[in-house]
C-alpha cells in the first residue's frame, strides 16, 4: 500500500506546483491536488505509532 500511496502523493504535489506557474490557474485542480496530498499524508501517518504509546501501555498495568 505504502508502494502505492508514496509515488500518487509525489504527482499530485507535482501537479500542484506545475498549476502554480501556468499562466491560467485552475483553483480546482489545485485544490484536488492538495487533497489526494492530505490524503496520502493521513494514510502513512497512520501507520506512525504515538510517541505516549508506550507510556499509555505502561499505566495501564
Known amino acids: 500500500m505504502k508502494k502505492i500511496i508514496f509515488p500518487i ?19 480546482y485542480v489545485t485544490v484536488v491536488a492538495i487533497a489526494v496530498f492530505m490524503f496520502g499524508m493521513m494514510q502513512l501517518s ?8 508506550e507510556k499509555q501501555e505502561e499505566d495501564a498495568e
Open 46 to 53: 497512520a501507520k506512525t505509532p504515538s510517541k505516549n504509546q
Open 9 to 27: 502523493m509525489l504527482l499530485a504535489i507535482a501537479v500542484a506546483f506545475y498549476e502554480q506557474t501556468a499562466n491560467e490557474k485552475n483553483v
